[in-house]
């Protein structure tokens, strides 16, 4: 979409062009796209007035004088500072960007309407409650009290794609986004397709390699199946697949294990870098509501923090939810598909998808009982295979999704019991989510919905015309994973394994490797926590990566005597990604360059779709299965030493290409700046500059202060891409101790001195203090606004 969209970087390119031109006038004319954030507003909607104080940090303190009226403010501040990424987020999850995009968002679109997101989020609204309606409308009225109140020019995104009438909120718009989360936290369907495509290139003993935990029958039984279908075709009409790494880290100590008496909790989720951010810091107050920590611009209420008695943070559970059922039409009528009971008729819908340089494209959406059929996706002239359709099963596609519900009534609880019972309302994403109150209790609970398969594990796209991979029902709430006030006083999750083998349900196959969760283990052995501490271990950057397989890399002889310097130096070195080393770089590229030689010749062209850091795979090649260190075709047989010299070589030449021959210069923060990009316009090489934010950062693929980076971009392998876009250190001593940092600023408008500027206190592991005493916040507020009732 960014190459098909290069005409909007110069289309603003001439209007900032205008705007030099114009002189100083023409610059203060775009700065009124910045919001009031002084003075009195009258809005219609509010019973009584509202103060918002905006810190030195512009995070808003919000005091209301009922909870409706502070999640009316909250609408109405998200707006003022984020206004463009929330008009993003609904037409994305409506399928509706190809108006102000034009045709190249059309393949985006169509995918969303195939699953349906917005048709789904409407019709959860009549399974809400009444209480949860009213907040998700009150949160609404706020958004649209600021479009009816605003002046000046939109944000510069509207001014340069010329869209200036904006529909009024809904309750839906929150709710959609919702399900867009649980679609950025949800790849199997990705896994599946990626086994399936793989299933035709390698065996079934090199498919057990890559995932040994399957059954034994799995890839005899399952790989048959992908091997008999273009499952090419179908990956390549899907969306990009998102950036490598997926999770979070938390973790909770009792009282037992700190220095205060009471329990601490740190939290720091990981998603994809972009700028403006995910979250949006907030504290909201009124009677019966102490808020504080971080929201997500277009969603009312916190996500993430701590409400006066309860702190709580998430990390991903990653359950299998997702199944690709292969359909079988009936051979007697197209326009139906087989069943154990027989055939039935394909659920069809009209969509209009329109476009706002194109003619309105039409499509067709078919469902079978599984869900939404994806292959319709590829193009009028190539089917996925003759007689054939492959249709996705999602917890997420469920009008009677109440996820919503969960997070407003986890705002209010108060102890245990209240918190364990909203989350029972928790449908997708599945989260596992780390407790602590004031009263001194900790503890983890994972709801979601979760199936239970008839047969398999989730991880092969299955027949669906027997019946025999059928989902039944889901595991009991009851049975979900969770845990009180464990007697060691320690619970954390770094996305590994959540349960022990003999748990009765199958959650996944897929755990993340548990490099992260044993580090933390390390780190968390003491009994003196205090919040510094904790502080400390987000910001950890050891490698135990490098520290397992470095050695076993240094075994081999080196091939010149660069090679041997480099060897030296990294025999030395403490395994600490750290950003001003040359180490970490010079690891990171030998390994890229060791995995590529190994397993790029078995996997042909599938080896990019592959090619990411596969920590637990390379480790047991360079251990166990060293015959894939046997590149096809050579002679004599090349043994991994030998694979490991050639590729550290390799890696030392393709530096030099990158950074010039000064070895001395190389740093690890050069090559693995946080790239946080802006959504549309990022790929402009004339906007970069405005609307990216890019900075030095250390860390890796499996340190606790995580870096993921993209092994299989030619153009920049090493750019952190995916880390902790939050950070939360709660303190339940004294919970107005506790720090708060997001990766970027609170505004969404290049144009505000907020934009970026907690990127610097992101960057170097330093959260800021977010109180709830007006005496404290109010001290270097840069803004003081007042929402008034209409008369």
């Known amino acids: 979409m960014r190459r098909s969209l290069r005409w909007l970087g110069f289309g603003l390119l001439g209007l900032i062009l205008l705007v030099a031109i114009g002189g100083g006038g023409g610059y203060l004319w775009l700065r009124q796209s910045l919001p009031q954030i002084d003075g009195e507003i009258r809005v219609a909607g509010i019973a009584a007035p509202v103060s918002v104080v905006r810190d030195r940090w512009a995070i808003p303190h919000i005091e209301a004088a009922s909870q409706r009226d502070a999640l009316f403010a909250q609408g109405f501040v998200h707006a003022q500072d984020r206004l463009w990424q929330m008009e ?17 968002a059309l393949p985006s679109d169509r995918f969303m309407r195939t699953l349906g997101f917005y048709r789904l989020a409407e019709a959860s609204l009549d399974h809400l409650s009444p209480a949860t309606r009213a907040l998700l409308r009150a949160y609404a009225d706020g958004v649209n009290a600021y479009l009816a109140t605003r002046g000046g020019p939109l944000p510069p995104e509207f001014l340069l794609l010329r869209h200036h009438a904006l529909e009024p909120w809904s309750p839906a718009d929150s709710l959609v986004w919702l399900r867009m ?52 075709q179908l990956a390549a009409a899907l969306p990009p697949a998102p950036p490598p790494g997926q999770g979070s880290n938390a973790w909770v100590a009792a009282g037992s294990r700190t220095a205060s008496g009471a329990p601490l909790l740190a939290n720091d989720p990981h998603l994809g870098l972009q700028a403006p951010g995910v979250w949006y810091l907030a504290h909201l107050a009124a009677p019966e509501l102490a808020l504080i920590g971080a929201t997500m611009p277009g969603v009312p209420g916190i996500v993430l923090g701590h409400n006066g008695s309860v702190a709580w943070g998430f990390t991903n559970t990653g359950p299998d939810t997702q199944d690709l059922f292969v359909e079988r039409i009936d051979p007697i009528d197209p326009a139906r598909y087989l069943t154990p009971d027989g055939s039935a008729p394909f659920v069809v819908r009209e969509e209009l998808i329109e476009a706002k340089d194109a003619a309105p494209v039409a499509m067709t959406v078919r469902a079978t009982r599984h869900g939404p059929v994806l292959s319709d996706l590829l193009p009028d002239d190539g089917l996925f295979e003759p007689g054939h359709v492959v249709a996705l099963a ?5 009008a009677d999704d109440r996820t919503a519900q969960a997070l407003l009534e986890l705002n209010g609880a108060r102890d245990w019991a209240s918190f364990a019972a909203a989350a029972e309302n928790v449908a997708a994403p599945m989260q596992n989510i780390l407790y602590a109150d004031t009263g001194g209790h900790i503890g983890l609970i994972a709801p979601g919905r979760v199936p239970i398969r008839r047969q398999g594990d989730g991880r092969w796209p299955v027949p669906g015309w027997s019946g025999d991979y059928d989902w039944q029902g889901s595991i009991p709430f009851a049975a979900l994973p969770r845990a009180l006030d464990p007697a060691d006083g320690l619970l954390f999750n770094a996305n590994n394994r959540l349960v022990p083998e003999d748990y009765p349900y199958f959650l996944t196959a897929d755990w993340e490797p548990p490099y992260r969760a044993r580090r933390l283990a390390e780190l968390l052995a003491g009994d003196q926590h205090d919040l510094a501490g904790f502080a400390q271990i987000q910001n950890d950057q050891l490698s135990p990566l490098a520290r397992d397989l470095l050695p076993i890399m240094l075994e081999a002889a080196a091939a010149s005597p660069q090679a041997a310097a480099v060897q030296a130096a990294l025999a030395a070195w403490d395994r600490v990604m ?39 795979f390379m480790a047991r090649i360079l251990t166990e299965r060293q015959v894939w260190c046997d590149d096809v075709g050579t002679a004599p047989r090349e043994t991994c030493a030998e694979l490991a010299a050639r590729a550290l070589e390799l890696a030392l030449a393709d530096l030099a290409a990158r950074y010039g021959e000064d070895q001395t210069a190389w740093r690890w923060g050069t090559a693995h700046p946080a790239r946080m990009d802006h959504a549309i316009l990022g790929g402009q090489p004339w906007l970069a500059w405005l609307f990216n934010i890019v900075v030095a950062s250390g860390g890796g693929g499996t340190t606790v202060n995580v870096g993921h980076y993209p092994l299989g971009d030619e153009r920049q392998p090493f750019a952190n891409t995916h880390a902790a876009s939050y950070r939360g250190l709660y303190d339940l001593a004294d919970l107005d101790r506790s720090r708060f940092v997001a990766a970027t600023g ?3 408008n290049p144009l505000s001195p907020h934009y970026r500027d907690l990127t610097a206190a992101w960057a170097a592991g330093l959260p800021v203090p977010m109180s709830r005493v007006p005496e404290v916040y109010e001290a270097g507020a840069v803004g003081r606004l007042t929402l008034l009732p209409v008369p």
Do not use: C, H, K
């Open 88 to 104: 993003f987020q609904r037409r994305l999850g409506a399928g509706r960007l190809a108006e102000i995009l034009g045709s190249a």
């Open 181 to 232: 989360m649980a679609l950025d936290l949800s790849v199997n369907y990705r896994g599946e397709l990626l086994r399936a495509r793989l299933a035709r290139q390698l065996s079934d003993e090199q498919l057990a390699d890559i995932w040994p935990e399957q059954p034994d029958a799995a890839p005899v039984t399952l790989s048959a199946l992908a091997r008999e279908l273009p499952f090419e």
């Open 394 to 398: 999602w917890t997420a596609l469920a």
């Open 578 to 616: 750290r950003a001003d080393a040359s180490e970490p770089l010079l690891f990171a590229a030998w390994y890229r360059e060791l995995s590529r030689l190994i397993y790029a010749d078995e996997l042909g062209p599938l080896f990019r779709s592959f090619w990411r850091l596969r920590p637990e």
């Open 746 to 748: 609170q505004s969404g």
